[in-house]
């Protein structure tokens, strides 16, 4: 079974989408309700999709009925495609956008004249009957506005106070219905007040639900912007593909593309499903799914992704993986996953925001207490003006923002390099990396080895001769060494030759007759058993074991003809790759089974100074433990089969491979391609994802806490000065719109330039 779809089917996973969350202290409730339900392993809101992504056993109907049940509306997603879910996505968003815009306009319609006014010395108070009765035709068009512009935020809160909790919803419900009642008390009874206290505050009420919609809609729009790199994998989906049934082909829906059947692909088509090329080859450009730029030949045989491009050639494959199977289908699900996951520093954020709007409730009450006890007169509008300030600055749109919206860019633009990241513990762990283990094989070399070297003893025989005589006595053998060298020979057009009385010499070689010659073939413990005379080709073979290659000698009549150097190649990049970890303050490590020479002479090519060789696949998971042990905060890097268990300790733990063999199971980070460039990438993209986090936590929650003490009126004493509650609710709601710009940076964010 291919390893990408290992461990994605086993658990149920289920995505709805929530409406009615206005906030962070929403995302909490929602959690806390689903995850208490039998059945529910776990369940992971995103408050910046609104969409929360559920494992367990468990029905959607059962799932729906609980969040129904504290206040909020749910739907499943689970029969639509990713695709139909994008475009239903940006429908509903377009439409909630020109909703706010429209709200927005019909608040501010009413606001910005009376605050014109206002500035420009127009009295704002209730003194004569005409003035009651102007006021009185204000005060309803008010509770017009608030009805149909801010009628969402009172049945928001409505529902939150039916179930015993408080959100967003409640501070804006609160404070704006404050404001307007304090105003129509003026209007009916000013006798009752104090003259200084006569004052109306329509135009805050109307402002303030203008400006929070006007936040709410910018924030709409640039919360599209972090789904593109969801939109450019589906985007990679072709709708149909040419398949040959009956001798013909025909264009079918993708959906209909069975296993097995025949599909034809011609120049500079996509790719529709996974398959296998069973006639005809090509160039086909894999940068959308791996990052890496150059097209890859494709001949019988070959595997090939979905998604892909076809660059050159006309080909038929036939299909192995078909519909949710895809590689491209299981990556799509993968970063979706992980941008619905939360980084435990985001957990902070819900932990905070889940006391902080009670918290702000109960100060709003107090400053409004000390308002009426020691404040000057008129004391009454004071008390009304620090409340309602205090509620409307206070509310946490932008914290329960601040995670995720990072989150989501940051695994956009990893998987946009060929990386993909799990969830978002991976995310943040991998940013704190203090020791980086390789695996040498397939890791930091090309795990394919190849005949570097054919030195001649004897000139009698050619460089031909002697490849085809290695290979002829080779062919039957599986190690990679023997496959090396017939692989060589097959790259020159040598076809090997049968041998006979084959015999293989355990830790020695194999020997046999060839051509009625007879074959040696192997270390120098075989030559020397079988008296065959080196003649100073010793010294040699050790340069060539100094330079990371495996030297073997093949004698002919036990005499020595050949010296045949096969060595697994270092990657190209490797070499730059590691300076980057290494530049970045990471230890590297180099691990391996493979003979303290070979280990040590591919460790100083690439710039290694700590070497684990001759390391079993069990005592792997041992060398991550010593290090951890040490205090250090460890990666580890392999194939994800034998190195499973030590992928699985590692605090992080790198899978390489490509985009149709990558180890999900065992690994937190996956690299499509094979380069390292794609490992130091994985690690930047975390660095840079976390400070954007950090950032927008800190602004949050400066800008919530901080501002809390000036709305409530510390300026006042000191200042004469009292924060107006419209321009609270302004920097409330351009609050938000920060928080989402700065984590659309990222979108601009280059690894490779870091």
């Known amino acids: 079974m291919n390893r990408l779809t290992e461990g994605t089917t086993r658990i149920k996973t289920q995505e709805l989408i929530i409406e009615g ?54 739907r499943s997603t689970n029969d639509t495609s990713d695709d139909e879910l994008l475009d239903e996505k940006e429908v509903a968003d377009q439409h909630y956008y020109t909703s706010l815009m429209r709200k927005m306009w019909i608040a501010l319609g009413l606001g910005v004249p009376l605050m014109i006014y206002s500035i420009l010395g127009g009295p704002m108070t209730v003194e004569t009957s005409l003035e009651r009765g102007v006021w009185l035709f204000i005060g309803i068009l008010c509770a017009a506005i608030m009805y149909f512009a801010g009628k969402h935020f009172y049945i928001g809160a409505w529902k939150s106070f039916v179930n015993h909790t408080a959100n967003m919803d409640t501070l804006i419900a609160l404070g704006t219905g404050t404001a307007w ?77 069975l296993l097995n059947d025949i599909v034809r692909v011609r120049p500079g088509e996509k790719i529709p499903v ?19 730029p150059m097209p890859v030949e494709k001949v019988e045989n070959d595997e090939i992704v979905a998604g892909t491009l076809n660059k050159s050639g006309s080909i038929l494959f036939k299909a192995t993986r078909v519909g949710k199977d895809t590689a491209l289908a299981q990556i799509i699900n993968m970063v979706k996953r992980a941008q ?56 946490p749109c932008a914290l329960g923002l601040a995670t995720p919206m990072s989150v989501m860019v940051g695994v956009g633009k990893a998987a946009e390099a060929g990386v993909l990241i799990r969830n978002g513990e991976a995310l943040q762990t991998a940013s704190k990396i203090t020791a980086m283990i390789l695996d040498k094989t397939g890791t930091i070399t090309e795990g394919a080895p190849k005949v570097t070297d054919i030195l001649i003893a004897d000139n009698t025989y050619t460089e031909k001769y002697i490849l085809t005589a290695a290979a002829s006595i080779e062919s039957g053998s599986e190690h990679p060494l023997a496959q090396a060298i017939v692989d060589s020979a097959i790259e020159q057009d040598i076809d090997p030759e049968n041998v006979s009385n084959f015999q293989a010499i ?62 697994d190649p270092i990657k190209k990049d490797s070499v730059e790759a590691i300076k980057r970890l290494q530049a970045s303050g990471i230890r590297v490590v180099m691990l391996t089974g493979d003979n303290g020479a070979t280990a040590y002479a591919v460790a100083k090519k690439v710039g290694i100074t700590e070497v684990f060789a001759e390391v079993l696949p069990e ?55 094979g380069s390292l460039h794609g490992l130091a990438d994985a690690i930047a993209v975390s ?68």
């Open 274 to 292: 996974d398959g296998i090329v069973t006639q005809g080859h090509t160039s086909i450009d894999e940068s959308m799914l791996t990052g890496e």
């Open 181 to 257: 009642i304090y105003s129509m008390i003026v209007v009916f009874f000013p006798m009752a007040l104090p003259e200084m206290a006569r004052h109306v505050y329509f135009e805050a009420t109307a402002m303030i639900i203008g400006l929070i919609n006007l936040g709410l809609a910018l924030e709409v729009k640039a919360r599209g912007r972090t789904s593109e790199a969801i939109k450019r994998l589906i985007g990679l989906q072709v709708k149909t593909a040419r398949v040959v049934r009956d001798q013909k082909e025909i264009d079918i829906a993708i959906d209909q593309v």
């Open 340 to 395: 619905n996951s939360k980084p435990p520093i985001g957990r902070l954020a819900d932990i905070i925001s889940a006391y902080f709007v009670p918290v702000i409730m109960i100060i709003s009450i107090s400053s409004a207490l000390i308002w009426l006890n020691f404040g000057p007169d008129p004391t009454v509008a004071f008390a009304v003006i620090s409340a309602t300030t205090v509620l409307i600055i206070a509310c």
């Open 619 to 673: 005592e792997k998971s041992n060398k991550v433990a010593e290090l951890q042990a040490q205090g250090e905060i460890v990666g580890m890097t392999g194939d994800g089969i034998n190195d499973a268990p030590a992928l699985a300790l590692a605090n992080v733990g790198f899978a390489i491979g490509t985009g149709t063999d990558v180890a999900i199971e065992s690994a937190d980070i996956t690299l499509m391609r």
């Open 506 to 567: 355990a830790g020695h070689g194999v020997k046999a007759q060839f051509n009625g010659h007879q074959l040696l073939f192997g270390n120098q413990k075989l030559m020397l058993k079988n008296g065959v005379h080196l003649n100073g080709f010793v010294a040699k073979a050790q340069q060539l074991a100094d330079e990371a290659k495996t030297p073997m000698y093949l004698a002919i009549d036990k005499k020595l003809t050949a010296i045949i150097a096969v060595s």
């Open 687 to 754: 660095k840079a994802t976390l400070r954007n986090i950090k950032q927008n936590l800190f602004g949050a929650f400066i800008y919530n806490v901080a501002g809390v003490p000036f709305a409530a009126g510390l300026l006042y004493p000191i200042f004469g000065l009292m924060l107006n509650p419209v321009l609270a609710g302004a920097a409330m709601a351009f609050s938000s719109l920060t928080v989402v710009s700065n984590a659309n940076r990222l979108r601009l964010f280059k690894p490779q330039e870091h």
């Open 21 to 74: 969350a206005g906030c962070a202290s929403c995302v909490g409730k929602i959690e806390i309700a689903l995850n208490n339900i039998n059945g529910v392993d776990s369940a992971e809101m995103n408050f910046a999709l609104r969409t929360v992504s559920i494992t367990g056993e468990v029905g959607a109907d059962v799932l729906i009925k609980a969040i129904e049940t504290i206040g909020y509306n749910a």
